[in-house]
């Protein structure tokens, strides 16, 4: 869900804000433990309705325009920054499905 939030921030053009920078941090050091499905499933749900709302608010007018990403500024664009948003989200929850399964037998 960060790194969602992240290509969604950069595709309104803003910078990430500090709590952003702490929870890519934090992502690093994350354990197994610290996982429980159902926060998980209410943070993708609620990660997922955020996301739903940007692209309804996204004009068309806006999908060129430039965005700078990361702290190199590297250069890319509104449609850029949202297919690899949905690219990225829709290849975990691949590897979801396909845990799930492996779990499940």
């Known amino acids: 869900m960060g790194s969602l939030d992240r290509l969604f921030t950069y595709a309104r053009g803003e910078p990430l804000s500090p709590e952003q920078v702490a929870a890519l941090a934090a992502e690093k050091t994350l354990h197994e433990r610290t996982f429980e499905p159902r926060v998980l499933a209410a943070e993708f749900t609620e990660a ?20 700078l ?3 190199a500024q590297l250069p890319s664009n509104t449609i850029g920054l949202l297919v690899h948003a949905a690219e990225h989200t829709a290849r975990h929850v691949g590897q979801l499905m396909t845990t799930a399964k492996v779990v499940q037998g």
């Open 69 to 71: 990403v990361g702290r």
């Open 48 to 67: 997922i309705r955020c996301a739903h709302e940007q692209l309804r608010a996204t004009k068309e007018s806006e999908l060129l325009t430039v965005r």
